[in-house]
C-alpha cells in the first residue's frame, strides 16, 4: 500500500512539476528498493508496510540531524531543504502518538507482558513495536520503559 501510495505522489509530482518533492520521493523509492535488496539478501521476503514505516523513520532521523548541523554551520538554505524532506517524508507516516498516549501504551505493555523488571524489556518493547510501528520514537519509549521497569 506505502509504494502504490509513494508511486503514484511521483506521478502526481511531475505532472505538477514539484521538483523538491519528486526527487525526495524517487530517493524514498530508492531507500526502500534497497532495504528490499539487503532483506533478500538475508533471505527475508520485501519490507512490509510496518518494515518500511521503521525505514522513514530513520531516513527522517538522518534528515534531523542534518538539520543540526546544518544550523551550527549558518547553513539556513541547506536546513531548509532537509526540512522540507523531512515533511514529505512525515505524510507517509501515521500520526505520532503524544506523550501521554506513550506512557498509557507502555503501562499497558507492561502488564500485558507481565514485566518484573530489566529482564523482561525486550519482551515489553517487542509488543509495542508490534503494536505501534511508526506511531512513536522507540528511542525515547525505551528510556521511559526502563524508568517505569525500574522505578
Known amino acids: 500500500m506505502l509504494r502504490d501510495d509513494i508511486n503514484n505522489a511521483v506521478k502526481d509530482a511531475m505532472r505538477a512539476k514539484d521538483e523538491r518533492k519528486l526527487s525526495t520521493l524517487r530517493m524514498v523509492n530508492s531507500t526502500i528498493k534497497n532495504a528490499d535488496i539487503a532483506a533478500r539478501g538475508e533471505g527475508k521476503p520485501p519490507l512490509s508496510d510496518a ?69 523482561d524489556m525486550g519482551k515489553v518493547i517487542g509488543v509495542l513495536k508490534a503494536k505501534y510501528a511508526g506511531q512513536m520514537d522507540f528511542a525515547k519509549a525505551s528510556g521511559l520503559v526502563k524508568a517505569a521497569l525500574t522505578g
Open 51 to 119: 518494515d518500511l514505516l521503521g525505514v522513514f523513520q530513520k531516513m527522517i532521523k538522518q534528515r534531523q540531524e542534518s538539520v543540526e548541523l546544518y544550523d551550527k554551520g549558518g547553513r539556513a538554505e541547506l536546513a531548509a531543504g532537509e526540512r522540507d524532506e523531512i515533511a514529505i517524508i512525515s505524510a507517509y507516516l501515521p500520526k505520532q502518538m503524544s506523550e501521554d498516549d506513550v506512557k498509557a501504551a507502555i503501562s499497558a505493555a507492561i502488564a500485558e507482558t507481565n514485566a518484573a523488571g530489566m529482564k
